[in-house]
Nanobody
C-alpha cells in the first residue's frame, strides 16, 4: 500500500528558509504527479505546488518565486524548498500523490489519490 510521510516542518522566522520532505513508500513507481497543499487555520486547503512525470511544475501565485518543488525519484522523495517565508505561509502542509492503477492487460485503469498526514509550518514575524 502507498504511504506518504511529511517531515521538516517547524518554527521559522519571516524571511528565513525551510525545506519540507515527503517520503513515499509502496507502489510509488506508478505516481503520475505529486504535489504540496496547505491549510491555514480557518481556511480551505489550497494547492501550493505540483510536479508531474516530465518535471512540469505549477505554483500558486502566492508562493511563485519563493518556493521550489522537486522530486528525487531514486529516493522516492518529494521536496518543497521554502525561501523568504512570510507569516501568511503558516499552515499545515500536506504531501499529495496521484497514481494510475492498471486493472488488466487490456488497459483498463483507475486513478488514485493519496495524502500524507501533514507537517506544521509556523512563521513568526
Amino acid at each position: 500500500q502507498v504511504r506518504l510521510v511529511e517531515s521538516g516542518g517547524g518554527l521559522v522566522q519571516a524571511g528565513g528558509s525551510l525545506r519540507l520532505s515527503c517520503a513515499a513508500s509502496g507502489d510509488s513507481g506508478s505516481f503520475t504527479a505529486m504535489g504540496w497543499y496547505r491549510q491555514a487555520p480557518g481556511k480551505e486547503r489550497e494547492l501550493v505546488a505540483t510536479t508531474d512525470t516530465d518535471s512540469n511544475t505549477n505554483y500558486a501565485d502566492s508562493v511563485k518565486g519563493r518556493f521550489t518543488i522537486s522530486r528525487d525519484n531514486a529516493k522516492d522523495t518529494l521536496y518543497l524548498q521554502m525561501n523568504n517565508v512570510k507569516p501568511e505561509d503558516t499552515a499545515d502542509y500536506y504531501c499529495n500523490a496521484r497514481a494510475r492503477r492498471v486493472l488488466n492487460v487490456e488497459g483498463a485503469y483507475r486513478d488514485m489519490v493519496y495524502w500524507g498526514k501533514g507537517t506544521l509550518v509556523t512563521v513568526s514575524s
